[in-house]
């Protein structure tokens, strides 16, 4: 099936007299008919659902249509994309160990990676795209486990070179895994360019009417575990299962459920994976409305004398088109916009108080046109120059396109820019 036909279709099957629609199991446990039977599941040497915090028919049906959606051997539905971004690394590292990331990586990541797991012991070594292979090389050493990157960083919307660093990767022995939450897999399949795990947050384009936070990890079934011991030598708490062994290509995501689902319970509902699977179904709709929309608003702020500078990858001026077009489906950059207005700190304030159509959000990638001002709201602790470090320009907004018509959108900006 074309990626079209699998946001529609994939997942769910209705056979002879059942609904026609995706069914919510808002069940915790499932009932079988001898106790035999339900040893075998707690063995591992048979399929099944036993207890909801590990599988439920619901949440499974999305996680396969996901799967499918990114051409990988299986996924797994978490209740946030952080959970999905810790399981994704806590399932093949441990205290003492260590992890390569690019410093573009969303604000939550960020913390996540350098504070959280700091403290359980795992160092996130941090490295970016002005380095070398060379220079990123020297921060590898024998305790490295993996490469954690975003395909179109949020809110920097630098394009990631996946062919380039899945290699330098695999040359070193350790896998490339991709938070592809702003690409989705209708614009990029990180699998197909050398990545080896894909990470959402599925709370941005894929759920699409911001109604539910959630997340999922996709495993492309392609590494070579073969120096990853917690894969390739016995599990005690499964009376020694080894998961290279038993469940071939699937090992890596079999054990991030029956191991780590089982212990940190990040569950989601069957009613959240319901609300999913509405929006998967009309994911590849929007993606090409948001992306067209929002090339319309970039190529408009550009020429825009309230504006001082736009960044958007589908821009032929932007640093990162070449990349984009490599990447990602028709140059299609999703639907968001980073720009600065004239005036600075105080011009973009103007701007956002000045909006009727676009609501000012925290969230980002929903089909509602919304906008965030990183210096005021998220970053506003920081000082004009301690922002300017940061990264955060004062002038900076997150201009988040939605799938209404561009005309509208475009007379809310201008009505807006008008006031600085
Ligand atoms: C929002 C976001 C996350 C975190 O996901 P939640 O669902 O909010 O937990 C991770 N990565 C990226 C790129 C995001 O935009």
Not at 10 to 35: C, W
Not at 75 to 91: K, P, V
Not at 153 to 181: F, K
Not at 182 to 191: E, H
Request: glycine residues 6%; negative net charge; charged residues 25%.
């Amino acid at each position: 099936m074309k990626k079209e036909t699998i946001c529609v279709q994939a997942g769910y099957e209705s056979k002879n007299g059942e609904p026609r629609v995706l069914p919510i199991y808002q069940s915790t446990t499932y009932s079988y008919d001898s106790s035999e039977e339900l040893a075998k599941l707690f063995d591992l040497s048979k399929e099944g659902h036993m207890y909801s915090r590990i599988s439920n028919p619901t949440v499974e049906c999305v996680e396969k249509k996901v799967a499918a959606l990114e051409g990988g051997v299986g996924a797994m539905m978490t209740s946030s994309g952080q959970a999905a971004s810790l399981i994704s690394i806590m399932n093949i590292t441990a205290s003492g160990e260590n992890f390569l990331c690019f410093s573009n990586l969303y604000g939550g990541t960020t913390n996540l990676f350098a504070v959280t797991l700091k403290k359980l012991g795992i160092e996130a070594r941090f490295i970016d795209y002005t380095m070398s292979d060379e220079e990123i090389e020297r921060h590898i050493d024998d305790k490295t486990r993996l490469l954690f990157a975003e395909t179109i960083s949020n809110p920097s919307l630098e394009v990631l070179d996946i062919e380039r660093y899945s290699s330098l990767a695999h040359r070193n022995g350790i896998p490339l895994i991709v938070d592809n939450t702003f690409a989705t897999p209708i614009l990029c399949r990180p699998f197909e360019f050398g990545a080896d795990i894909v990470v959402h947050s599925t709370s941005k384009y894929m759920d699409g009417h911001a109604e539910v936070v959630g997340g999922m990890i996709v495993d492309s079934g392609r590494f070579d575990w073969k120096d990853y011991p917690c894969l390739t030598e016995p599990d005690d708490s499964y009376h020694g299962v080894v998961y290279t062994k038993q469940f071939g290509a699937a090992a890596y995501i079999t054990k991030a459920r029956v191991q780590l689902m089982r212990d940190l319970g990040s569950t989601p509902s069957p009613f959240s994976a319901f609300l999913l699977n509405n929006g998967l179904e009309t994911l590849h709709l929007r993606m090409e409305r948001h992306s067209q929309n929002a090339l319309r608003v970039a190529e408009h702020l550009k020429n825009h004398p309230k504006v001082a500078w736009v960044s958007y990858p589908g821009l032929e001026s932007d640093k990162y088109h070449a990349l984009a077009l490599k990447y990602l489906d028709n140059g299609y950059s999703s639907g968001v916009v980073s720009f600065g207005t004239v005036n600075g700190k105080k011009g973009a304030t103007v701007f956002m108080d000045s909006l009727r159509l676009a609501k000012i959000c925290v969230h980002v990638a929903d089909l509602r046109t919304c906008v965030l001002h990183p210096a005021s709201t998220t970053h506003r602790q920081l000082t004009d120059e301690q922002l300017i470090k940061a990264g955060v320009k004062p002038e900076f907004i997150r201009f988040s396109t939605g799938i209404e018509n561009i005309d509208d959108i475009i007379a809310d900006i201008d009505q807006a820019l008008e006031k600085i």
